[in-house]
């Protein structure tokens, strides 16, 4: 198969994320459909979690199996220094945005009385977190997907077309599902994003896909795709954190409980493909 036609698919694996995303232009008013479609994205990304730790830990298992105890050291210190970094960075970032809203600023050159910024609260305040960490998401599942990307130009370049095609068909299915992943947050806080914000989420999250495919084609670095894979696990904790926080302010246990095991599920169903692919 060419590699523009590999390149293609590879694009289109990535860009089923919009499927999802219209769903952050519904509004859902009601307390219990919020705290139901926050819970069902935590769910959906405590999957991908799973998903990829485990393909970022399985070359350090596969070395480990060999008795190649140096590789096992190299793989796993690289998973767990992107794996930190891909959470405090975000961690830190985090604080430093609150510290510039809360930063007093002055009127203009020289003025001895400074007026504090304007930080929004209440309504204005929740949408502007919800827009925050739906961002958040897409960069995470962003850096997943390059990850997947470089497995299926790498299976590509090795002459595995079925294997790459299953791929294409596996991804594209579980990337319509982290769409609504994405825009969750938006929805549960009544914000009806902008058909401009949505296509830049869905690149954001979609494209590197696209990226991925092509560098795949050209290089099989494995430690690149641990670390890329490792930074998007620590990307994807980060907002479960912070969307485990908001559904404990709910004070729904059990509509939350129902709605994370139904992300989980979702998850799975979507994997079926790619297990079958033997991966």
């Known amino acids: 198969m060419p590699a523009s036609q ?9 860009l089923t994320i919009f499927l999802g995303l219209p769903l952050g232009r519904v509004r859902a008013a009601m307390p219990r459909v919020k ?22 830990w399985q070359p350090a ?3 480990l199996g060999r008795h190649q105890f140096a590789t096992a050291f190299t793989d ?3 998973m767990v220094v992107c794996l930190g970094a891909g959470l405090s960075g975000l961690v830190v970032f985090d604080r430093w945005m609150k510290a510039r809203a809360a930063r007093m600023r002055p009127e203009g050159p020289g003025a001895a009385t400074p007026r504090p910024a304007v930080i929004p609260s209440g309504p204005d305040a ?3 977190r919800a827009a925050g960490l739906s961002l958040l998401i897409a960069a995470g599942i962003g850096m997943h997907n390059f990850g997947e990307g470089l497995a299926i130009g790498a299976s590509a370049a090795a002459g595995r077309l079925s294997l790459a095609l299953l791929l294409v068909i596996g991804f594209g299915a579980h990337n319509a599902t982290e769409g ?28 590197p896909t696209f990226v991925g495919t092509l560098l795949g084609m050209q290089m099989t670095a494995p430690l690149l795709g641990i670390a890329f894979l490792a930074l998007a696990a620590g990307s994807i904790l980060y907002v479960v954190i912070e969307l485990l926080a908001v559904a404990r302010a709910t004070k729904l246990k059990e509509l ?3 709605g994370i095991l139904l992300g989980l599920v979702l998850g799975f169903v979507t994997d079926a493909i790619i297990s079958a692919a033997g991966t």
């Open 61 to 63: 298992a596969s070395a």
């Open 76 to 78: 796993g210190g690289v």
């Open 126 to 128: 929740a949408r502007a």
């Open 6 to 14: 590999i390149a293609i698919l590879g694009a289109v694996a990535g």
């Open 35 to 56: 705290a139901f479609l926050n819970a069902f994205a935590i769910g959906i990304l405590i999957f991908l979690l799973w998903d990829v730790l485990t393909n970022a």
């Open 256 to 258: 939350v409980a129902w």
């Open 180 to 207: 609504f992943g994405i825009v969750a947050p938006l929805a549960a806080a009544g914000e009806r994003a902008p058909w401009r914000r949505l296509a830049l989420l869905g690149l954001i999250a979609g494209g």
